[in-house]
């Protein structure tokens, strides 16, 4: 299995950019990497996925560097309602290697 | 616009009981997944499938079975309920595995508890 490690919890205040870190050593060649925002109650919603490099959607960004042994999601300017639990996410397109959530990095914005 | 549908959304159970927890999504994805979540705790994979009449064991498949009959069903199945597995389960899919830009989708979940 293709294991994840995030930092268990961080703290920020509104319109602060948020980075979180995750470490996944043991990332195959085919590997992509994913990230989840997860509000109590609620499943889990894809937030943004990438190979390598970088990457940026209309809600965060993913910096991957070359070895792709970490990843860290960006979110610029983050308000109260982006206090949630981030999951990072490694696995491959054919779906033959299980896939594993990490334990997650509870944000918690502050005002 | 349903997506990924699952009941039931609560559930208590005796201790030995049976139950089969539904999923269905109407997107025509191919892969399946069952996950459960303990209080405070990450997503567990159970098990998935990555098409009609294929399963695969997850990290955490012992007591529960599944079956894929159809692109849009993946049941999971409780034969014998213990305390242990009380916990929010969750279904998911996805058009392929996890790369090629192709997220997995959740329900809303479903909360068993096991008494």
């Not at chain 1, 960006?74 to 983050?78: A, G, H, N, Y």
């Not at chain 2, 025509?28 to 209080?39: A, G, K, V």
């Not at chain 2, 809303?108 to 008494?115: A, E, Y």
């Given at each position: 299995l293709?294991?994840t490690?995030?930092?268990?919890?961080?703290?920020?205040?509104?319109?602060?950019?948020v980075n979180?870190?995750?470490?996944?050593?043991?990332?195959?060649?085919?590997?992509?990497?994913?990230w989840?925002q997860q509000?109590?109650s609620?499943?889990?919603r894809?937030?943004?996925q990438?190979?390598?490099?970088k990457?940026?959607?209309?809600?965060?960004?993913l910096?991957?560097?070359?070895?792709?042994?970490?990843?860290?999601l960006?979110?610029?300017?983050?308000s109260l309602?982006d206090?949630a639990?981030?999951?990072?996410?490694?696995?491959?397109?054919?779906?033959?290697?299980?896939?594993?959530?990490?334990?997650?990095?509870?944000?918690?914005?502050q005002? | 616009?349903?997506?990924?549908?699952?009941?039931p959304?609560f559930?208590?159970l005796?201790?030995?009981?049976?139950?089969?927890?539904q999923c269905?999504?109407?997107?025509?994805?191919?892969?399946?997944?069952?996950?459960?979540?303990?209080?405070g705790?990450?997503?567990?994979?159970?098990?998935?499938?990555v098409g009609?009449?294929?399963t695969?064991?997850?990290?955490?498949p012992?007591?529960?079975n599944?079956?894929?009959?159809?692109?849009?069903d993946?049941?999971l199945?409780?034969e014998?309920?213990?305390?242990?597995q009380?916990?929010?389960y969750?279904?998911?899919s996805?058009?392929?595995g996890?790369?090629?830009n192709?997220?997995?989708?959740?329900g809303?979940?479903?909360?068993?508890?096991?008494?």
């Open positions: 293709a294991k490690t995030q930092p268990i919890s961080m703290d920020s205040y509104e319109g602060q950019e979180i870190t995750c470490s996944h050593n043991n990332i195959a060649t085919n590997d992509y990497i994913t989840y509000f109590p609620q499943g889990p894809f937030i943004i990438g190979y390598k490099t990457v940026t959607n209309e809600v965060a960004s910096f991957i560097p070359a070895d792709r042994k970490s990843s860290t960006s979110l610029p300017r983050v309602s206090t639990v981030y999951y990072c996410l490694v696995g491959d397109s054919t779906g033959r290697r299980a896939l594993t959530f990490g334990s997650g990095t509870r944000l918690q914005v005002p | 616009n349903a997506g990924v549908t699952q009941t959304k559930r208590i005796k201790i030995g009981q049976s139950m089969t927890l269905t999504q109407d997107m025509n994805h191919n892969y399946m997944y069952w996950y459960r979540q303990d209080p705790m990450g997503l567990k994979l159970i098990y998935y499938s009609a009449g294929i695969d064991k997850g990290e955490v012992n007591g529960y599944v079956s894929r009959s159809t692109t849009e993946f049941p199945r409780l014998l309920a213990a305390p242990s009380t916990s929010v969750f279904c998911a996805s058009p392929t996890v790369g090629d192709q997220p997995q989708h959740f809303d979940g479903t909360r068993l508890s096991i008494l």
